[in-house]
Nanobody
Framework: VQLQASGGGLVQAGGSLRLSCAAS????????RGWYRQAPGKQREMVAS???????NYADAVKGRFTISRDIRKNTHYLQMNNLKPEDTAVYYC?????????WGQGTQVTVSS
């Protein structure tokens, strides 16, 4: 599938952003939808994921602050980010796992100022 991420931007610490990831292709083909991020000089890390059945998983660093969700009819998943911290600054990538493999979106920059 092809993925188009949007919603990044500049926000002050304590603020909120919502990222969106629109997928093209058959809705039923996606097993897991997720978000990863990569900060400058650091490895890419998993942020959150949601299975086709609705089971969610979060990195410890974002638990209680971020929420992943999806709208099957729109073939889109979201990442609601609240109480953002400077250490959340990164390029955020959305992903979709299908029977073929994992597809990645182009990335959207999130910058949190202190």
């Amino acid at each position: 599938v092809q993925l188009q991420a949007s919603g990044g931007g500049l926000v002050q610490a304590g603020g909120s952003l919502r990222l969106s990831c629109a997928a093209s292709g058959p809705r039923g083909s996606i097993y897991v939808r997720g978000w990863y991020r990569q900060a400058p000089g650091k490895q890419r890390e998993m942020v959150a994921s949601i299975t086709a059945g609705g089971t969610t998983n979060y990195a410890d660093a974002v638990k209680g602050r971020f929420t992943i969700s999806r709208d099957i009819r729109k073939n889109t998943h979201y990442l609601q980010m609240n109480n953002l911290k400077p250490e959340d600054t990164a390029v955020y990538y959305c992903t979709a796992v299908t029977k073929v493999g994992t597809d990645w979106g182009q990335g959207t920059q999130v910058t949190v100022s202190s």
